[in-house]
C-alpha cells in the first residue's frame, strides 16, 4: 500500500516537472497560433480548451467537421492534420490557459495567454512652483487594459532612462543646467510603446535676460540724469561765470528751476524779514563802516 501511494507521488511530480507552458503575450485584435508539441500527426480526435470551457473540437467517428464553441466560433480555425489552433482578432475575454488533447489524451504543452491593449500616446504634464526654479513632470496617459506599462523619460538627445511616470527637475540640477534641454516620454508595454511630443525648455533663458535688461535701463537711465546734470552745471558755470560758492549756487538754480515760485516766495519773505529790520533801527544806531555804507551796528555795538 506505501509503495503504491509513493509511486503515485512520484508520477504526479514527475508530470509537473515534465509539463510545460508557455507564457504568451499578444496585442488587442491580433492573431496567435497555438502549436502542440506532439509529433503524432492527423489525430483521430482534437480538442482545445481554455481552463476547462472547449474552443474547438474535432473526432473523425464524427465526420470531418470541426465545432467551434461560444465566442471562437468565426474566428478560429483548427488544422485537423498538424492540430495547430489559430485565433483572430484576439480580446481580453481570451487570456487564459490553453491545453490540447489527442486522442482523448492531454498533451504536456499549455500556453498562458494574456492579451494587452497598446498602449496610448502619453502627453507630459508640467507642474512648477511659484518661481519656477523647480518642476515636476507627468508622463500621462490611459492605461486601463495595457498594464503592466513601464514609464521612459529622455532628456534632451541623451539616452532613454526607465525612471517612473514623475519627473523632478531643478533650474541648479547640475545635469540639466541648459536650459534648451526639452523632455520626452515613453510608455512601454509588452506589446507596444509609444513616445509623447517634448516639452520645454523649462526654464526660460529670457527670464534671466529680462532681468538684466531691466538692470540695464536703470543703470543706463542713472548715468544718463549724471550726464545731463554735469552738462548744465558746466553750461551755467561758463554762463554766469564763477560764483563765490559754485556748488551752493548751482544748487539754488536746480531748485529754483524745479521749484521755482516757492525759491522766489522764501526768498521774498527773506528780503521783507531784513528790510523789516533795518526800518526798525534808529538813526542813531546806523554808522558807517569801513567802505563808507551804513550798517545796522545794534548786534555788533561799538564798544567806547
Excluded at 39 to 59: H, M, Y
Excluded at 225 to 242: D, E, H, L
Excluded at 276 to 300: R, S, Y
Aim: with cysteine.
Amino acid at each position: 500500500m506505501h509503495i503504491q501511494i509513493i509511486t503515485l507521488i512520484l508520477l504526479c511530480l514527475a508530470k509537473d516537472v515534465f509539463s510545460t507552458n508557455e507564457n504568451v503575450l499578444c496585442k488587442l485584435g491580433d492573431s496567435i497560433v497555438l502549436k502542440s508539441d506532439s509529433d503524432t500527426n492527423s489525430p483521430s480526435s482534437i480538442l482545445w480548451r481554455l481552463g476547462q470551457n472547449k474552443v474547438a473540437d474535432f473526432d473523425k467517428d464524427f465526420g470531418t467537421t470541426v465545432s467551434y464553441y461560444g465566442e471562437f466560433n468565426s474566428r478560429t480555425t483548427l488544422d485537423t492534420t498538424t492540430g495547430e489552433l489559430k485565433i483572430t482578432g484576439l480580446r481580453k475575454t481570451d487570456e487564459g490557459v490553453y491545453s490540447v488533447e489527442f486522442n482523448s489524451k492531454r498533451l504536456e504543452k499549455t500556453y498562458t495567454l494574456s492579451v494587452l491593449k497598446p498602449v496610448p500616446k502619453p502627453a507630459i504634464i508640467v507642474s512648477c512652483n511659484d518661481n519656477k526654479i523647480s518642476c515636476t513632470l507627468t508622463c500621462d496617459g490611459d492605461t486601463a487594459g495595457a498594464e503592466p506599462v513601464t514609464y521612459w523619460w529622455k532628456v534632451g538627445e541623451g539616452n532613454w532612462e526607465n525612471i517612473g511616470k514623475l519627473l523632478t527637475v531643478t533650474k541648479s540640477d547640475s545635469k540639466l543646467n541648459q536650459n534648451g534641454y526639452k523632455y520626452t516620454c515613453k510608455l512601454k508595454n509588452g506589446v507596444s510603446e509609444k513616445d509623447s511630443d517634448p516639452v520645454g525648455p523649462l526654464f526660460d533663458s529670457k527670464q534671466s535676460t529680462n532681468v538684466g535688461s531691466v538692470i540695464g535701463w536703470i543703470l543706463f537711465t542713472l548715468l544718463l540724469i549724471a550726464v545731463i546734470i554735469s552738462v548744465g552745471f558746466c553750461v551755467w558755470r561758463n554762463k554766469t561765470g564763477p560764483p563765490n560758492n559754485t556748488l551752493k549756487d548751482f544748487r539754488r538754480s536746480v531748485l529754483f528751476y524745479f521749484g521755482g515760485n516757492k525759491e522766489q516766495e522764501n526768498q521774498g519773505r527773506v528780503e521783507s524779514d531784513t528790510k523789516g529790520k533795518d526800518e526798525d533801527v534808529p538813526k542813531d544806531k546806523l554808522l558807517p563802516n569801513e567802505d563808507g555804507d551804513v550798517t545796522n551796528n545794534v548786534e555788533n555795538p561799538v564798544l567806547g
